[in-house]
């Protein structure tokens, strides 16, 4: 028998009871789809406030070496404090492992019970940058020292900001940006999809968000030529075995998920989003 080992990580407050359920879902598949032949070892690694009471840290080193050695791993639900306390420890294992997309496949199974007139039409993958934005984790408190020193460094620049404001920093690069529709838009053409569409709030946020946006069709024109077509550029249906390439402010977005969801195939946007 082959023996694949995954670390997982049971998580708080529901992820115990949640992790019950997953792993004989897990452990079934596996061997109805091998017969017998295979079996995945599960390994506890520690995270959270059970790694907190049995090691007086909150996310181990050694649990993360884990994720590295065996490049796979499930981790159940955490706890972060809101307003204080330990900063959020997803945020931690994503920028220390550098897992910058979240994708998150949303399709409707028959059956299931939907508030949606036509659920069935639910087809979309999301691509979520995972490191930056918001993400990024660059805070800092009311009245604190850093917080002052931005503020008299934003009112030399002639932005009067209330000094008694909270200040954090929405961080977007052109790699973090364009690596993840890199990687939307190759997995759109490895798995014969339609579109990507670029979600975001670039019309507010232009030097971010229309940053992501900009450099979104940056990647998709330099890299991508003739596998890609751009919204706009052609009449009636697209050229057969191109993606198409699209945007969408994100209040628009969710709006169309709503009405005209089979237009939409895969989405690449921003953490916040």
């Known amino acids: 028998m082959e023996e694949l080992v995954i670390p997982f990580i049971e998580g708080d407050g529901t992820g115990p009871e949640i992790w019950r359920a997953a792993r004989y879902v897990f452990d079934r598949a596996v061997e109805r789809a091998y017969g017998g032949r295979r079996r995945v070892r599960w390994l506890e690694v520690l995270a959270g406030e059970k790694a907190y009471r049995k090691t007086g840290s909150w996310l181990p080193r050694e649990t993360l070496d884990a994720f590295r050695r065996y490049r796979v791993g499930i981790k159940g639900p955490l706890a972060t404090p809101v307003g204080g306390g330990i900063r959020s420890l997803n945020v931690a294992i994503r920028q220390s492992l550098d897992l910058y997309a979240c994708i998150r496949p949303v399709q409707y199974i028959p059956g299931v019970p939907s508030p949606l007139r036509h659920p069935e039409r639910v087809d979309m993958v999301v691509f979520r940058e995972n490191t930056e934005d918001v993400y990024a984790g660059i805070e800092w408190p009311s009245g604190s020292p850093e917080a002052q020193r931005i ?85 009636g249906e697209p050229p057969e075995g191109k993606i198409v390439i699209k945007d969408r402010l994100a209040d628009a977005m969710f709006q169309q998920a709503l009405l005209r969801p089979e237009e939409y195939d895969v989405l690449a946007t921003p953490n916040l989003n």
């Open 151 to 235: 503020l008299k460094l934003l009112e030399e620049m002639g932005q009067r900001v209330d000094r008694h404001a909270g200040i954090g920093l929405k961080v977007m690069t052109t790699y973090g940006s364009k690596r993840l529709v890199r990687m939307a838009i190759d997995w759109a053409i490895r798995k014969g999809r339609k579109s990507v569409t670029l979600v975001h709030k670039g019309n507010i946020m232009k030097f971010t968000e229309g940053a992501f946006r900009a450099w979104g069709y940056e990647v998709a024109r330099e890299e991508f030529g003739e596998r890609v077509v751009f919204e706009g550029e052609f009449e």
